[in-house]
């Protein structure tokens, strides 16, 4: 059972933020973290930054996945960190997670997503890779 660092199940919430209409990636994704213990949340299509920020904060969340594959990661992932940080909740880590160019996960890292993940990454090492963040970053 994945569980961060204090023996809870790590928590997950997953988004779909603009107007992406397709979510099977993340509903796949979402099913092999709660297959390996973790808490999911699925905010659903359509998420604006403000409302899944909304969510992490409420849920407790100690990741923010977002999952992207309409081309507009850097727009929204500013946004994102703004208002974690505008709400004090820049501990909750956030990953990426879709299909883009290589030279914007490489700009996303800069700018403080903690991990991309891209379309083509197992789902065995997607649960070891929030585990390890998780355990990484340690206790809230």
Known sequence: MARNVM?????????KVGLDGHDRGVKIV????????????????????E??????????????????LSGVQ???????FHLL???AADDIIVVAGGVMPDEDAIALRKMGVREVLLQDTPPRAIVETLCRVVAERGPR
């Open 7 to 15: 023996s809870q199940p790590i928590r997950v919430l997953l988004a």
């Open 30 to 49: 979402a099913r092999t973290l709660r297959d390996n213990g973790m808490d999911v949340i699925y905010t659903g299509l359509h998420r604006s930054p």
């Open 51 to 68: 409302e899944v920020v909304t969510a992490a904060i409420q849920e407790d969340v100690d990741i923010l996945g977002v999952s992207v």
């Open 74 to 80: 850097l727009t929204i992932f500013p946004k994102i």
């Open 85 to 87: 940080k505008e709400n």
